[in-house]
């Protein structure tokens, strides 16, 4: 059975980096569409960055040019590298996954159990 499993998450001060990976388990095809989202309680769940098949990616505002999204297709892992972090970032992270290309993607296939982090001021 395939499973997403998220590590990398903590606790770190304001200004400081962390890098999140969502590995793989079990055997699928390839991937398509994988994108980082992260929650915090009581509010609305939020896409963070993506990446397609062919490698292209996506980010939400509030993270460009602080966040960088990344696979390794070799080992089955995604990774979201996360510089400069701040207060507001404190959520609850996420992986998913599908098959299709972003552009077709409705609801995701995978989803991860999540890696907390938090940002202290």
């Known amino acids: 059975q395939v499973q997403l499993v998220e590590s990398g998450g903590g606790s770190v001060q304001a200004g400081g980096s962390l890098r999140l990976s969502c590995v793989k388990f079990?055997?699928?095809?390839?991937?398509?569409?994988m994108e980082w989202f992260r929650q915090v309680p009581g509010k609305q769940r939020e896409g963070v960055a993506t990446i397609d098949s062919d490698g292209s990616t996506s980010y939400t505002n509030s993270v460009k040019g602080r966040f960088t999204i990344s696979k390794d297709s070799a080992s089955d892992t995604l990774y979201l590298q996360m510089d400069n972090l701040k207060p507001e970032d404190t959520a609850m992270y996420y992986c998913?996954?599908?098959?299709?290309?972003?552009?077709?993607?409705?609801?995701?296939?995978?989803w991860g159990q999540g890696t907390q982090v938090t940002v202290s001021s």
């Open positions: 079990g055997y699928s095809y390839d991937f398509g569409c």
């Open positions: 998913a996954a599908d098959y299709l290309t972003c552009r077709r993607v409705r609801s995701y296939t995978y």
